[in-house]
């Protein structure tokens, strides 16, 4: 019964997949250009976004909401406001976490390169700065009549993800969604994933630097 | 010499109070009995379904937050356990059971021997798989209410009952709530290990809705608190 289902699951997921047509490598290039050219134009993103985390066995996703704010170089925050109110500010090297008021303050030089990895990478996929990932990952493009779809696989280093698959709007380049698949464990069929959908995204407003500033 | 005489009786009493685990002062002793699995009042989440806590962890001045997702499996007689950080990466996925923990995936930095173990230990304690079979030996004790202004003599009510159970890993001291029929606290020993866990419940339901535990020694702290 579990092959039967298994086989169902599959045929599922190749089926969506299919629906996203691979890109040439001269039409890839292509957008890959621009979207470089879209997000060297951005200075700052103001999203809200919907945070999905599943995990294979368990009878529920869990579901987190909040909003998004990202400022150039290197500064981002997450303002969770349910179920539970969080906040993450990261500014350079420093992360700030906030919760029920209380505050910690980690510096991620020392963090390990794993670490550094993650962050670096999760930010460059959330403001759509693909040149950044060429040396590690293996970017394949896919589009629907809306979007394009980027495939992140690593190919070097610790692979924390199986893959990063990132939704674009073909319209102004933005990232709608964003799906981190983890590589599967010994002992566990699937993958666990956790996947961001944003939406209500503002480019290039006015944020106040002191909004990011770590204390 | 009559103060002589009163040293052994005096030095029985501080030996007998010594003896009496902190969670259970107060309580009078009712000597070894058997006892089964239920008197502890295991309470039960739901079969096949998960339940979410949010998780703060504290160590020294740290605090770190993330999420513990927690699904019995009947058939299998485990307990899948899966904690995340806020954001989403998984830091540990593994099942419990009363054989001990089996873990599929393990973030870097919680991957040492003794960081593993306590886990383990406290996983199991929490969700009594540290338990095997259903009838123990325990030493008991109990706190009973007397109504002395009742003008009619009345019972004794059992209020609060404790039972030290030697386990493989180490004596724990189990405290329940008689009137209400809940599992309140449960103290392990322990050299460093050392530690208490604290139920606290909504009205009306059985499940906790927080559970505090505490490793004064480690300077560890971990907040469970059911969020659905």
Redesign the interface.
Same mark, same amino acid.
Request: hydrophobic letters at 30%; proline letters at 3%.
């Given at each position: 019964m579990n092959k039967i289902f298994s086989l169902l699951l599959a045929l599922c997921i190749s089926a969506s997949v299919s629906a996203q047509k691979a890109l040439n490598a001269a039409d890839a290039a292509e957008v890959e250009k621009s979207i470089e050219a879209q997000t060297s134009k951005l200075t700052t993103i103001k999203s809200n976004f919907k945070?999905t985390?599943h995990?294979n066995?368990?009878? =529920?996703d869990?579901v @987190?909401t909040g909003d998004m704010m990202y400022k150039k170089d290197n500064k981002v925050i997450?303002n969770?406001t349910t179920?539970?109110k969080?906040k993450?500010v990261v500014n350079g090297e420093k992360v700030m976490?906030e919760?029920n008021g =209380?505050k910690?303050v980690y510096n991620t030089k020392g963090a390990?390169a794993?670490m550094n990895e993650?962050q670096a990478m999760i930010t460059a996929c959330m403001t759509g700065n693909l040149q950044s990932l060429k040396n590690k990952y293996k970017l394949t493009y896919y589009e629907d009549g809306q979007n394009y779809l980027v495939k992140v696989v690593p190919i070097t280093g610790k692979k924390?993800f199986k893959d990063i698959e990132m939704e674009l709007k073909k319209s102004d380049k933005m990232l709608t969604r964003l799906r981190?698949t983890?590589t599967a =464990? @010994?002992? =566990?069929s699937g993958n666990?994933y956790?996947e961001y959908s944003f939406s209500g995204t503002e480019q290039n407003i006015s944020l106040a630097d002191s909004l990011f500033t770590i204390e | 010499m009559r103060y002589l005489l009163a040293l052994p009786f005096c030095l029985v009493l501080l030996l007998n109070s010594a003896c009496t685990p902190d969670i259970f002062k107060g309580m009078e002793s009712k000597g070894k009995q058997t006892i089964q699995r239920a008197n502890l009042y295991p309470y039960h989440l739901n079969a096949d379904q998960s339940t979410m806590y949010s998780m703060e962890l504290g160590f020294h001045d740290n605090m770190l937050s993330c999420l513990l997702l927690v699904q019995p499996d009947e058939a299998q007689k485990n307990t899948r356990i899966v904690c995340t950080s806020i954001f989403g990466a998984t830091i540990l996925d593994a099942t419990i059971s009363e054989k001990g923990m089996l873990i599929y995936d393990c973030a870097e930095q919680l991957r040492h021997k003794k960081v593993l173990r306590l886990l383990e230990k406290d996983l199991q304690t929490i969700f009594l798989k540290n338990l095997k079979g259903n009838d123990f030996k325990a030493k008991v004790y109990h706190k009973s209410y007397t109504n002395n202004e009742s003008a009619i003599a009345t019972d004794p009510i059992l209020m609060n009952a404790g039972y030290s159970i030697k386990t493989t890993k180490g004596k724990y001291h189990y405290k329940t709530n008689e009137v209400e029929q809940k599992l309140t606290s449960i103290a392990t020993d322990g050299k460093l290990t050392k530690g208490k866990m604290v139920f606290e419940y909504s009205d009306g339901e059985f499940q906790p809705n927080k559970i505090t535990i505490e490793h004064p020694i480690l300077h560890l702290s971990i907040l469970l608190e059911r969020t659905e």
């Open positions: 945070q985390k995990i066995g368990m009878s =529920k869990y @987190a997450l969770y179920p539970k969080y993450m976490m919760n =209380k910690n390990g794993s993650m924390i981190l983890e =464990k @010994a002992g =566990k666990d956790t | -």
